[in-house]
């Protein structure tokens, strides 16, 4: 079945640190990869997407490649902020007639003044 | 963009009682919503999926007589935990898959059971 092997955290940066979360896949078809992520007690917002291989999703100052030949959709940002300190959570879409999100473990990101 | 509205946003119950959840889609119609629940520092485990006008379908391991799921109209879905116990305490969040904007997420209910 399908599943998301994702970097366990805890992550902590300082302010303008660079972050790299990794995620890995394995999924039947041709997936659509997602980044959510949650603020403390709340639900999950999509950072980004992409569809297909290659395709790079942006959003925010977060960016993540498809890249198929390694089922990888790792997170970076280039320069974290303290508003950055959130769950992140890796999500694939198998797609099909079976709409389901299958999620990795979520990691946790402080990031400090 | 496209608004989903999840009530409450806690509750705390005493165990033996019955809790329900709302998940209502402000903007568009949602044939379908996702019902998750979330333990403490860990991902979301899709409960059951909510079809409007049919019974849903749950997850394997997913009791169906304790955590009722009714979708009676193409805003609304309601997820009832029966019988709670201190258990059953965790964060459930909902979700609508729209077709121009994916998938979009309830706020989430935290459910303390007491």
């Known amino acids: 079945g399908d599943s998301v092997t994702q970097m366990e955290g805890p992550v902590t940066l300082s302010e303008e640190a660079f972050l790299t979360i990794n995620c890995t896949y394995t999924a039947t078809g041709y997936p659509s990869l997602f980044w959510y992520v949650q603020y403390p007690g709340e639900g999950l917002q999509l950072l980004l997407k992409a569809t297909k291989a290659d395709d790079k999703g942006s959003n925010k100052g977060f960016e993540a490649t498809y890249r198929k030949e390694t089922t990888s959709f790792h997170l970076e940002k280039g320069s974290v902020q303290v508003s950055d300190s959130a769950v992140y959570f890796c999500?694939?879409?198998?797609?099909?007639?079976?709409?389901?999100?299958?999620f990795g473990k979520g990691t946790l990101l402080t990031v400090n003044p | 963009g496209a608004v989903v509205s999840q009530h409450p946003s806690r509750v705390i119950c005493k165990s033996g009682t019955s809790v329900k959840i709302e998940c209502r889609s402000l903007?568009?119609?949602?044939?379908?919503m996702f019902w998750y629940r979330q333990f403490p520092k860990q991902s979301l485990m899709l409960m059951a999926t909510s079809n409007e006008g049919s019974k849903a379908t749950y997850e394997q391991g997913v009791e169906k007589d304790k955590f009722l799921i009714n979708h009676a109209s193409l805003t609304l879905s309601t997820l009832t935990v029966t019988s709670a116990h201190p258990e059953d305490s965790s964060f459930y969040i909902c979700?609508?898959?729209?077709?121009?904007?994916?998938?979009?997420f309830g706020s989430g209910t935290r459910l303390t059971v007491v």
């Open positions: 903007d568009f119609q949602a044939t379908t």
């Open positions: 999500a694939l879409d198998s797609g099909g007639s079976n709409y389901k999100l299958t």
């Open positions: 979700s609508v898959l729209f077709p121009n904007y994916g998938y979009t």
